[in-house]
């Protein structure tokens, strides 16, 4: 378009298209599915266990909503969505273990000592974490979620 010539016809209609523009840009993205997929995947597992997994295994006492946790970082895209990675915990035990690194290891370690096995076999795997890798766990919480409703 030639410069100085109005695309628009007021600043209304293109401060909208580009937000439409946008939006569209976003979906390109892998972060986005991510986004989603971690939405999905805490709604599935909360709903399949709930209850705070650390509920009687150490002293502290559970207080707050359960929350979706991760034994070994989120970081690592290979292993986040995995059911031996995750664990369902109240706020109070997930707070106070995310401030105590050393901690949740030896819990972990000594509660769940199968989970944190099959955890060291694959944290050194890589995946290529697209936007399909991210679209496939998504779609896959979805599923799982509607097998879980009566």
């Known amino acids: 378009m030639p410069k100085g010539m109005n695309a628009y016809c007021s600043y209304r209609c ?3 298209a580009k937000k439409l523009r946008d939006k569209e840009k ?3 993205r892998p972060g986005y599915w991510m986004a989603k997929a971690d939405t999905a995947a805490s709604l599935y597992y909360r709903a399949r266990t709930p209850f705070c997994e650390a509920s009687g295994k ?14 070994k970082s989120r970081g690592n895209l290979r292993i986040r ?13 997930h707070l106070y273990y995310t401030k105590r690194p050393a901690a949740w290891e030896i819990m972990i370690a000594t509660e769940f000592p199968d989970r944190w096995n099959e955890i060291n076999e694959h944290w050194l795997e890589y995946t290529n974490a697209n936007v399909d890798y991210f679209k496939m766990y998504l779609e896959h919480f979805k599923h799982e979620l509607k097998n879980l409703e009566p």
């Open 14 to 16: 293109r401060d909208q």
């Open 26 to 28: 976003k979906k390109e």
């Open 58 to 71: 150490d002293t502290k006492i559970c207080k707050g909503g359960l929350q979706w946790a991760h034994i």
């Open 81 to 93: 969505y995995e059911p031996y990675n995750n664990l369902v915990l109240c706020s109070g035990h």
